[in-house]
């Protein structure tokens, strides 16, 4: 259900032009993210604290290093990335939707694709959406709850797949000394 609330929330940001109630919608929709988030990092908090820690320095290191690296580029050098982006995210989405209808028969595969893939995606997003917000400020669109909204979404795909990869390795460490 906050999944769904979320994605209204980012559309009716669209919609909306007064900055107070968009600032507004960019706060619900972050409250919504958390409140999706909350299952996952209190299971994995539950069986190792340490991996969320690592998780959300890995992630604040990611976005230091590629939002860095697209700053100090030349302008536009990143900008091919949007297409080659959105037609990966594209394909992940076919690759859930043949696990859904598959019933599950390539999930190991596929879901190892979906993780690691996604990393991946959503990295690329992070130099791809900086030089966009460079592009926009250097065009006079200073549209800053938009920027705020597409670097969060980013860095939340970051972390939630780098969570998972961390407690994903860190379980099997353990199973692997407990044998």
């Known amino acids: 259900m906050t999944q769904i609330l979320t994605f209204v929330m980012i559309v009716a940001l669209n919609f909306v032009n007064d900055v107070y109630n968009r600032l507004a919608i960019l706060h619900g929709a972050s409250l919504l993210m958390g409140c999706t988030m909350g299952p996952l990092i209190s299971t994995i908090a539950f069986f190792n604290p340490s991996v969320i820690i690592t ?4 992630t604040s290191a990611v976005f230091v290093c590629f939002s860095g690296a697209a700053l100090f580029a030349k302008r536009r050098h ?14 992940l989405f076919t690759f859930r939707f043949l696990n859904f209808i598959t019933m599950g028969s390539f999930s190991s595969g596929l879901y190892e694709v979906e993780l690691f893939g996604g990393l991946l995606i959503f990295i690329g997003y992070v130099v791809f959406d900086t030089q966009m917000i460079i592009e926009d ?8 709850v938009r920027h705020a909204l597409d670097l969060l979404l980013d860095f939340v795909a970051v972390f939630v797949r780098l969570l998972v990869i961390l407690a994903r390795n860190s379980e099997k460490k353990e199973r692997k000394n407990r044998s």
């Open 55 to 58: 998780a959300a320095l890995g």
């Open 137 to 144: 400020a250097s065009a006079g669109r200073k549209d800053f």
């Open 78 to 91: 990143y900008m091919y990335l949007g297409g080659i982006l959105s037609s990966c995210i594209s394909l």
